[in-house]
């Protein structure tokens, strides 16, 4: 353990070599709180054993102590939810799990894989199988194992400060504990605490509520105001109308449909659409336009009274409320933040049918109706242009390319179809657009900002992949700046943070070798199994030395060196990198290695470039 104000250090050791099971349940009594990753699904369930258990704790031989603490720590990892109930913990926690949603299995994230991600200089794994029976040496290994873990953890606290110091003032403000709420549970339990009292129905009563639906008549989910003048949208409009649905799932399954050259596909995550892959410029004769719907799934609620039936007149009540009251505060104001994960909280738990928000129909309402409102616009503004092109369709808006001098067109028509929905517009002037599709691209501003979505993202949220960050660099520079893709790469360690890709006004930080770094870790399932990694290498006297690897590996690309192979289950084996390239293992980083293989990075680059020029497929990383 650290001390985090004094940063003093820890440690606890119950084994044959010491035993410091007396000083460690004191301790234990001293604790003003905890920080922790994954605290709430086990450390803290392995903690309470031990805080209630005191006297067999300590009084019984080391051995059987021990042997308590591994049969527990099976039961609780074996646990589907072994969490302990907040009203019966004895210490107050953070949970950074928790706080970043990584319990939910589209943005699981391993500490060891937030090492790679904060560049720390040691990603070290456990020595030894859970389980083991360790000498006094590899006790000690096992406890500077932990010490990295815990130096990890805070070096993420410290970078989640603003999000620790987000929920403390909204626990404050909302009399709610949201101290390891993640963001969709706090607009949702802000949500509810406001219909509670517009009701006048207690929180605990009002949760159990729902509305169940055995058929939906689609039909009733598209406003009067849908019209289309296109053949097309009008087939569209009148398949929906006689569609009678038992469930959500599959409701827009090949529903799709060609306008202008470009298809239009229909789903429950909204409407979709991509022009060609390619570079798409502003000059003297055409602009690159962006339009978007403001708030455009909570003010579709608002407007068409859009509701979960069991909450009634409140919730378009409440939600009307929270949108004009978001509108008066500004967004450096952490009520802002909180007005809109509640506004937006709700939508996506219209299907879930553990949330008081669950109503099928009224998630059916807001996305197709919503889809139908978007492909009206498009329409709408197609058809009084005389030469336009759409380039990408995405849930709530779209962007185009058209003559400049139709720009006055353009605004009229919006305003008319504002008065006619009642839902407000936003633009957004490109001077150039760099798109491998419709989730993957690059858009510069005409003020000089910078938006990179998807593949092009420079620097992601943790949970997300961020290997050989230096392409994505490169790539960036190659289309905004035509500066050659194997200048970045090949100056990178010299270079300083980039200012020509700067964002809102922040460079873009140069991390050095971090940037070329790329992460390999073992996952489970398969017919082959979880597997193991291995590391061959000929030294100097030509002889093959094979050394085994842990279960997650940060290396990269290099002229020298060897290659990392997986091992499975049934003895076969497979190169974590295909072709001939090298790999140098970095898991204990050298900050002044340069044996790199910039050809290999450079090529990385191409694949990128190709694919946004129609000439290949883009790889992902």
Known sequence: AINLESGERKEFVIHESRDDRMQYLQWLNTLPRLITFNGIGYDYPLIHRIMTNKSYIASRSIKDVTKRLCRWSDEIIKTEFAAIPEWKSLLFQYDLFRIYHFHNKNRSTSLKRLEFYMRLKDIRDLPYSPGSILNKEEAENAMQYCYVDTEATLQFWNLSLDKIEFRRNLSNEYGLNLTNADDVKIGSELFTKFLSEDMNIPVRDLKQMRTYRRKIEVKNCIPDIVKFNAPQFSSLLMELKTKIITETKGVFKNLFRMYKGVRLDYGQGGLHSASKEGIYEENDIYGLLD????????????????????????FGKIYKWMYEERQKISKANPKNGALKLAMNGSFGKGNDINSVFFDPLFLLKITISGQLILTMLIEQICDVLSDVEIIQINTDGFTIKYLKNERNTIESKCRDFEKLTNLKLEYADYSKFIMRDVNNYIAV???????????????????????????????????????????????HLKAVDYTDLSIKGIPVKNYGIYDF?????????????????????????GILVITK?????????????????????????????????????????????????????????????????????????
């Open 291 to 314: 339009q978007d719907f403001s708030s455009f799934y909570p003010n579709l609620a608002i407007n068409f009274d859009y509701r979960p039936e069991h909450l009634g007149k409140s």
């Open 445 to 491: 501003y005409t003020n000089g900002d910078i938006k990179y979505k998807g593949a092009f993202e420079i620097d992601k949220e943790p949970h997300k992949d961020h290997s050989q960050r230096v392409v994505r660099i490169a790539v960036a520079r190659y289309f905004i700046h035509n500066v050659p893709v194997q200048e970045t790469i090949i100056n």
């Open 517 to 541: 770094c790329k992460l390999v870790r073992s996952r489970g399932g398969g017919k082959k199994g979880k597997g193991s990694f291995v590391f061959e290498e000929y030294n100097n006297n």
């Open 549 to 621: 690897l842990q279960s997650l590996n940060r290396y990269i690309i290099s002229k020298k060196g060897g290659n990392i192979l997986k091992i499975y289950n049934d003895g076969s084996k497979s190169n974590v990198e295909a072709g001939s390239c090298k790999m140098t293992v970095l898991n204990k980083m050298d900050e002044n290695h340069t044996d790199i293989d910039y050809q290999y990075y450079i090529s990385e680059c191409n694949k990128i470039i190709n694919a946004v020029k129609g000439n290949g497929q883009l790889t992902l990383f």
